[in-house]
């Protein structure tokens, strides 16, 4: 006769069991190292620590976890107090946030972290009122708070001989990296509100010498960077973005993929060399910055497949100028697969010129992305007038950047120039090959349904478009929108619309026609 889950279980409880747990033995105790450090790891570090009051038994099991953390953290001391107990494994990552921490903070735990650590290091410093995340790319830095804070001293950089990725955000606290030793195992190094003092060696330190397995680098709003020298057999991506000092700039990378370079030159004398680019394997290229063949060398480029620029839509003469190193870079290119184009518009137009007609001619894609950050006004001309450029594309994907608040005026003034001209909601134009389309960031503005209208109208193949709404807009104004868009429609193309569950942004549901949502 078969037994039931319960009642194996149930001969499985010793009457000592019960008898051992009335009398409040301590079980959880008698349970093994690892079995405890797991529970532990669930706890976070703080609670963790707390539990070498329970018992002698509990006094080492905290020290024995592989991950620390500390969340606006006690002092350095402290920190390095709990990294160095006794008899302490290696550490697969240390993450340490700080609230306006002065360098010698950090001075007293990063030796020994260095010497456990066989992981990650994520080091944040918050400057209050400015907290930056790891991943954010907002160009929101200060340049006199970042003064201010330069001059509270350096952090000094050990060296990682174990570790593999390296996360700094310093908030503008001075960094003075080793100038000897290696780090024979690091694959990523993220540097962020870094002020570097002197001679920078982060060239140096970058290069395959002393960081033979280095795949990515990012360096981000940091000041004091001036000259950039790198020769890498192994990197694959670099990032550099908001250095805003930068004036010269090496990078030999054979095996380099992806680069990035965004408002990071000095602007003061662009008529002498400031880059020399040498990447022959080179797939993606965003350039956002100071562009002229003649000082920016870029070698050969031939496996090129992405690349990403911006373009200001009004503005006056030194708009015009930033412009031009978009189209120069632009020029030097007859067929690109997938092309990024931000499309910038400033709050307040009415004094300033329309600029997109000095663009009169785009490299052959099929994939066009546009990020639009358009301040509320309407972008059915600029947009039309890339399409015309664009007959061959076969996918198109619109990102929209309108951060302000729906409850605000959701219309331009009267009179406002942005929708001129006109001419392109009667001017005809066919988009044989655009067969995918993706909006997202859509606000549900009537001139977004009129762009929305023509696009159906141009695109004559189309076989899908997916609209995910802002994460600000409502189910019902969502709604209103679809069946704005019902009229038009084709019944041979797929039209999704989809919302965002909360800000958080992260989460989306296919608004279904019975008002039923489906996860993605």
């Given amino acids: 006769m078969e037994q039931s889950g319960s009642e194996i279980a149930a001969k499985r409880v010793k009457p000592s069991d019960g008898a051992a747990a009335a009398a409040g033995e301590d079980l959880l105790s008698a349970l093994p190292d690892d079995v405890l450090v797991l529970i532990l790891l669930r706890l976070g570090t703080a609670a963790a620590v707390q539990t070498s009051s329970l018992s002698r038994r509990w006094r080492r099991v905290w020290a024995l976890l592989p991950e620390l953390r500390f969340h606006l953290a006690p002092d350095g001391p402290r920190i390095r107090e709990l990294l160095d107990a006794p008899e302490a494994p290696e550490l697969r990552c240390v993450s340490v946030t700080t609230e306006d921490a002065a360098p010698h903070s950090a001075a007293a735990w990063l030796p020994v972290a260095a010497r456990r650590l066989s992981g990650d290091l994520v080091y944040h410093n918050v400057v209050r009122g400015n907290h930056v995340d790891e991943d954010d790319d907002d160009d929101d830095g200060d340049e006199e708070e970042a003064e201010e804070a330069g001059v509270r001293g350096d952090v000094q950089l050990p060296c990682f001989g174990k570790a593999i990725k390296i ?54 709003d940091s000041r004091g960077l001036h000259n950039l020298s790198i020769h890498s057999e192994s990197l694959l991506q670099i990032k550099l973005e908001s250095l805003y000092s930068l004036q010269q700039l090496t990078i030999v990378a054979p095996a380099l993929l992806g680069l990035a370079v965004t408002f990071s030159f000095i602007d003061d004398d662009p008529s002498k060399p400031i880059a020399n680019i040498s990447a022959p394997q080179l797939v993606s290229l965003t350039w956002r910055d100071l562009y002229d063949p003649r000082y920016v060398h870029l070698g050969n480029l031939g496996r090129l497949q992405k690349l990403n620029s911006f373009f200001i839509v009004y503005g006056q003469h030194a708009s015009r100028d930033k412009n031009q190193y978009c189209l120069r870079l632009l020029q030097q290119f007859q067929v690109i697969h997938s092309l990024k184009l931000m499309l910038v518009y400033r709050k307040d137009i009415d004094d300033f010129q329309y600029l997109m007609g000095d663009m009169k001619m785009l490299p052959q894609i099929t994939f066009l992305q546009l990020a639009v950050s358009n301040e509320g006004h309407a972008f059915g001309a600029s947009s039309f007038h890339l399409l015309r450029m664009c007959t061959g594309l076969r996918r198109l994907v619109f990102v929209l950047h309108d951060n302000r608040n729906l409850e605000a005026q959701s219309t331009c003034p009267s009179g406002c120039i942005c929708d001129q001209p006109t001419s392109w909601k009667t001017e005809g134009l066919v988009l044989n090959h655009l067969e995918h389309v993706t909006i997202f960031g859509l606000q549900g503005a009537e001139r977004e349904v009129t762009f929305v209208k023509q696009l159906f109208s141009w695109a004559m193949v189309l076989k899908n478009i997916r609209i995910t709404f802002d994460y600000q807009v409502t189910e019902s104004k969502a709604r209103d929108f679809c069946q704005a868009l019902a009229g038009f429609s084709r019944p041979e193309t797929s039209v999704e619309f989809h919302l965002f569950r909360d800000a958080d942004k992260r989460s989306v549901y296919l608004l279904a026609p019975e008002g039923q949502g489906t996860d993605l």
């Fill in 167 to 220: 996360v700094l955000n310093l908030g503008f606290l001075s960094l003075a990296l080793p100038s000897m030793g290696i780090f024979p195992r690091l694959t990523k190094l993220s540097l962020s509100r870094v002020r570097f003092r002197g001679p920078c060696e982060l060239g140096n330190l970058v290069s395959s010498p002393r960081c033979p397995c280095l795949q990515k680098l990012k360096v981000h």
